[in-house]
């Protein structure tokens, strides 16, 4: 546990770090939209490219990771489909928990797969983002407008604005580079590598100063229905596929990582365009991040606990 609270420990700081540069408006909340577009368009492709062009794709074993995630994820949706009734009455608030539930902050997950797994961590991250999120961004899309609150022109501009995602684009052209034999040559591999060492740091500062805490005033079930998913539910499932699948130590521990990350905080830019219930959204960024704290040393630890 102690050497688990050590890795994550400084991931947490930087995050806390930006919720009090939130408060003392430091610097003014200008400056950290703009960071936030610099970090995204930038930094975070760079280093998704100069790790993915690089990588010795042979350190990890990526199909049985990529097909445990993908499956739980499916999984996941259609259930909450099945039981938004149950769940949720009110489509925008269940479009809050539908997105509470499926969407993962990169962040977080690739500076805490960096800090347990190394090089073979960050590899293992790095794919599993290529993958997860366009299928976490589709299902997100089509939630929307199977719950009648954009109609087809949202899903049309939602999949093109897809296609334009810097994550995205980052991945593919980190992947083709590596997969062609050209990988980066000259300046480029050390130009790429210092830039993306910004990405994360600087980025789980910003996690911080987007959180809000006064949204997590009056929550209701919803809300802990989310949480009890992302940090309950989804890792259980996580745990056991993995270990009936029989991955190994790092495919395993970046599923479940991943499985159990907060919410992204785009997650509430979506729930204001698309009609949903953004207070509530704003909340369950907020609480599932500072409840991650707390939780994942915990998954982690028990994940290295087992035979």
């Known amino acids: 546990m102690l050497a688990v609270s050590h890795a994550l420990g400084p991931l947490f700081l930087l995050i806390l770090t930006g919720v009090v540069l939130r408060l003392l408006r430091f610097p003014d909340p200008p400056f950290w939209a703009s960071a936030e577009r610099f970090i995204y368009f930038l930094l975070f492709p760079a280093m998704l490219v100069s790790t993915l062009a690089t990588a010795d794709f042979s350190q990890v074993a990526f199909t049985g990771m990529i097909s445990l995630l993908t499956t739980l994820l499916l999984l996941l949706a259609a259930a909450l489909w099945l039981l938004r009734h149950r769940l949720e009455p009110d489509s925008a608030s269940f479009s809050s928990l539908f997105q509470g539930a499926l969407r993962f902050n990169t962040y977080v997950g690739l500076a805490g797969a960096a800090a347990l797994y190394g090089d073979a961590g960050i590899t293992a991250a790095a794919v599993a ?8 961004n ?6 929307f407008v199977a719950s009648d609150n954009h109609g087809a022109a949202g899903l049309w501009r939602a999949l093109k604005a897809l296609t334009r995602n810097p994550l995205l684009l980052a991945c593919a052209a980190g992947i083709a580079l590596n997969l062609s034999g050209i990988g980066l040559p000259g ?13 994360l740091p600087l980025g789980l500062i910003a996690v911080g100063v987007a959180l809000q805490p006064k949204a997590l005033r009056g929550t209701g079930n919803t809300f802990w229905y989310a949480c009890l998913i992302k940090f309950g539910v989804l890792p259980l499932l996580a745990l056991l596929g993995g270990k009936l699948l029989g991955l190994g130590s790092v495919e395993l521990g970046v599923v479940v990582l991943f499985a159990a990350l907060p919410t992204a905080t785009s997650a509430y830019i979506l729930a204001r365009q698309m009609g949903g219930n953004a207070p509530l959204m ?6 599932q991040t500072l409840l991650a704290m707390a939780l994942l040393p915990l998954w982690i630890t028990l994940l290295n606990m087992l035979p």
């Open 282 to 287: 704003a909340a369950i960024i907020t609480g």
């Open 187 to 199: 300046w480029s591999q050390d130009t790429l590598a210092l830039a993306g060492r910004a990405a």
């Open 138 to 143: 589709i299902l997100c899309v089509l939630m």
């Open 129 to 136: 983002i290529a993958v997860m999120v366009p299928l976490v």
